[in-house]
C-alpha cells in the first residue's frame, strides 16, 4: 500500500465518520472556533488550547475502582454504533477520536481488552508512525494522562500541530547517552522539560534502544509500569522516538480549591508542547510561570535524569 492509498482511506475515514456521526462532526466543527495562546517557556513554545470537549479526558476518574465500575469505551462492543474504524496490524483498530485535540485525531486500540503497558509495542507503535506518514503517533502511560488505562491503545495526531519537533531542531541541548548500530540516543535538556529521543533507521534498533531505556527507568511500587508519555513520528526513513519520564501524573494545582485550581492534567500532547485547558477560567489565568511549574512537578529532575542515565550506562558495562 503506498503513502498516496494510506492518506486516503484515512481521509475518507474522516469523511465518512464526520458525514455520519453527528457529536464527531461537532466537536470537530467546533475547533475552527477553539482559542490558542503561546508562550515561551525558557526555550521551549508551548501553545494551551482552550477546548471545551476535552473534560472528559481531563476529570476522567482512572482509580482502580471507577475503572473497574464502567464500560470500556474502547472495546468494540462497548463503541458508539456511529463509530467506525479501519482494521490495522491484525490486532488494531484505527478510530476517529470524537473529542479532538488536532484538525485530525486518531485512537488506535487494541481489538482485545489488554492493559495499556507499551514494553514489548515499540515495534508496533513505529510501524504505525511509518503507516500513518503524516502523523505523529503517542502513547499516554496507565498513570500519566490515559483515560482507558484497561485498554492498550496509541493516538495520533496531524504532525506540525505539536511544538517540540521543532523546538528540539532549534533550541534542545542534546547529551549523547547511547550510540548503537541503526540507532542513538541523547538526553535533551533546555526546553523546560527533559526528555529522551532516539534517532533509529529501523524498527528492530529503535525498539531495542526503547527497551533498554525503558529498563533504566524508576518504577514506583504497585505500579505497572515506568511513568512516562512517548511521542513517535516517521520522516525521509527515519523514526524518532521522544520519551517522557514523569513523576507525577497530575499537578497539585489539578486538586487545588478555590483560584489555585487549574484543572489541566498533562499528557503527551502537553509534553509534546500543547497545553489544553478545558475550562475557560483557567485558559484566561493561566501564565508562563504556571506552565513552567506544572513541568517542573509531573516531570523528571536533573538529578532523576543523571540517574536514569548512569543507569544506562551501568547496564551497557554489566550487560
Not at 547529551?175 to 542513538?184: I, P, Q, R, S
Request: charged letters at 25%.
Amino acid at each position: 500500500m503506498t503513502d498516496m492509498d494510506v492518506t486516503n482511506d484515512v481521509a475518507r475515514l474522516f469523511d465518512r465518520q464526520l458525514q455520519e456521526w453527528k457529536l464527531a462532526a461537532d466537536n470537530y466543527a467546533a475547533l475552527s472556533s477553539v482559542k490558542v495562546r503561546e508562550y515561551e517557556v525558557g526555550d521551549a513554545r508551548i501553545k494551551l488550547q482552550f477546548n471545551p470537549a476535552r473534560i472528559i479526558s481531563s476529570a476522567a476518574k482512572v482509580d482502580a475502582k471507577s475503572i473497574k465500575a464502567r464500560r470500556c469505551f474502547l472495546c468494540g462492543d462497548n463503541r458508539p454504533a456511529e463509530q467506525d474504524g479501519l482494521p490495522w496490524g491484525g490486532e488494531y483498530m484505527i478510530l476517529v477520536n470524537p473529542y479532538p485535540i488536532f484538525p485530525r485525531h486518531l485512537t488506535v486500540p487494541n481489538i482485545n481488552h489488554v492493559p495499556q503497558r507499551i514494553s514489548g509495542r515499540m515495534p508496533d507503535m513505529m510501524r504505525l508512525a511509518e503507516y500513518l506518514d503524516g502523523f505523529v503517533v503517542f502513547y499516554n502511560g496507565p498513570h500519566c494522562g490515559a483515560s482507558a488505562p484497561d485498554h492498550f491503545h496509541f493516538q495520533a495526531g496531524n504532525k506540525g500541530f505539536m511544538t517540540f519537533d521543532s523546538d528540539l531542531e532549534c533550541h534542545g541541548k542534546k547529551e549523547l547517552v547511547k550510540a548503537a548500530e541503526g540507532a542513538e540516543m541523547y538526553l535533551v535538556e533546555g526546553l523546560a522539560r527533559r526528555a529522551f529521543v532516539i534517532n533509529a533507521a529501523s524498527v528492530e534498533s529503535g525498539a531495542d534502544m526503547f527497551e533498554c531505556l525503558y529498563r533504566a527507568l524508576p518504577m514506583k511500587e504497585g505500579d505497572e509500569e515506568p511513568m512516562l508519555n512517548i511521542l513517535c513520528w516517521y520522516t525521509d526513513g527515519e523514526w524518532r522516538i521522544a520519551v517522557f519520564p514523569r513523576v507525577k501524573h497530575r499537578p497539585d494545582c489539578y486538586f487545588a480549591e478555590g483560584e489555585a485550581n487549574i484543572l489541566i492534567t498533562p499528557a503527551s500532547v502537553d509534553m509534546g508542547g500543547v497545553f489544553i485547558a478545558p475550562l475557560e477560567k483557567d485558559f484566561e489565568k493561566v501564565t508562563a510561570d504556571d506552565i513552567k511549574n506544572i513541568f517542573d512537578e509531573v516531570c523528571i529532575s536533573e538529578v532523576e535524569a543523571r540517574r536514569i542515565v548512569d543507569n544506562i550506562k551501568w547496564a551497557k558495562h554489566h550487560g
